[in-house]
T-cell receptor, first 112, second 115 residues
Framework: QKEVEQDPGPLSVPEGAIVSLNCTYS??????FMWYRQYSRKGPELLMY????GNKEDGRFTAQVDKSSKYISLFIRDSQPSDSATYLC????????????FGAGTRLFVKA | DTGVSQNPRHKITKRGQNVTFRCDPI?????LYWYRQTLGQGPEFLTY????????KSRLLSDRFSAERPKGSFSTLEIQRTEQGDSAMYLC?????????????FGPGTRLTVL
C-alpha cells in the first residue's frame, strides 16, 4: 500500500464547475499538506499548503485537511480551462530533510 | 530566469550507456532534491542534499545511480549502464529551508528515454 493514495482520473468538467480533488494517506506523522499543480512538460509548482487539520482558502482554491480521517481535499470554484493540469497532493513532516511524499496526481480537464 | 534549471531537457540513449544530468538550483538555496516521475505517477524521492552533503538516499537509488553536489551549488545525477526501466522524467527541486513546510521549487525536468 502506498503512503499516499490519489485517484489519477482523468476528471473532465465543464467550465464554471466546482472541482473536488482528494487524497488519503496512511502515515500519521505527516504535518504539512500541500497541493502542487503540474502542467504538461513542466515541473510541479506549489498551489497551497496547510498545516495539520483545518481549511485554507486562496481565491478560487480551498484546501481541507482532516487528520482524524487521514483525508485531504482541494476544491476549485468556478473552474477555468486554464486550470486544466495535473494536481498532485503532497505531504511531509518536520523531520530531517522534509522528505516529501507525492500522490500519483489527478489529471483535470476543464472544457470551455 | 532565476528558477531551477535542468540540462539537458531530453536525453535519448541506448541501453547500457551512461548518462549524466545537471541541475542548477535557485541561487543560495541550500537544499536540493532529485525525484523521478514516470507516466501517470507523482514524483518519487531519490535523494537529498543539504549544501554539499548527501543526507538521504531512497532505496530506489540503486548502485547504478550516483548524485553529487560538489560545491553546494549545482548537482549532477549519473546513471550507469542504463536500463529501459530507467526511462522517466528526472526532476530537481531546491528550497531555502526557511518555510516551515519546506516549499520546494521544481525545475522543468530531464526526460530520459532508454532504447
Amino acid at each position: 500500500q502506498k503512503e499516499v493514495e490519489q485517484d489519477p482520473g482523468p476528471l473532465s468538467v465543464p467550465e464554471g464547475a466546482i472541482v473536488s480533488l482528494n487524497c488519503t494517506y496512511s502515515n500519521s506523522a505527516f504535518q504539512y499538506f500541500m497541493w502542487y499543480r503540474q502542467y504538461s512538460r513542466k515541473g510541479p509548482e506549489l498551489l497551497m499548503y496547510t498545516y495539520s487539520s483545518g481549511n485554507k482558502e486562496d481565491g478560487r482554491f480551498t484546501a481541507q485537511v482532516d487528520k482524524s480521517s487521514k483525508y485531504i481535499s482541494l476544491f476549485i470554484r468556478d473552474s477555468q480551462p486554464s486550470d486544466s493540469a495535473t494536481y498532485l497532493c503532497a505531504m511531509n513532516s518536520n523531520t530531517g530533510g522534509f522528505k516529501t511524499i507525492f500522490g500519483a496526481g489527478t489529471r483535470l480537464f476543464v472544457k470551455a | 530566469d532565476t528558477g531551477v534549471s535542468q540540462n539537458p531537457r531530453h536525453k535519448i540513449t541506448k541501453r547500457g550507456q551512461n548518462v549524466t544530468f545537471r541541475c542548477d538550483p535557485i541561487s543560495e538555496h541550500n537544499r536540493l532534491y532529485w525525484y523521478r516521475q514516470t507516466l501517470g505517477q507523482g514524483p518519487e524521492f531519490l535523494t537529498y542534499f543539504q549544501n554539499e552533503a548527501q543526507l538521504e538516499k531512497s532505496r530506489l537509488l540503486s548502485d547504478r545511480f550516483s548524485a553529487e553536489r560538489p560545491k553546494g551549488s549545482f548537482s549532477t545525477l549519473e546513471i550507469q549502464r542504463t536500463e529501459q526501466g530507467d526511462s522517466a522524467m528526472y526532476l530537481c527541486a531546491s528550497s531555502d529551508g526557511t518555510s516551515s513546510y519546506n516549499e520546494q521549487f521544481f525545475g522543468p525536468g530531464t526526460r530520459l528515454t532508454v532504447l
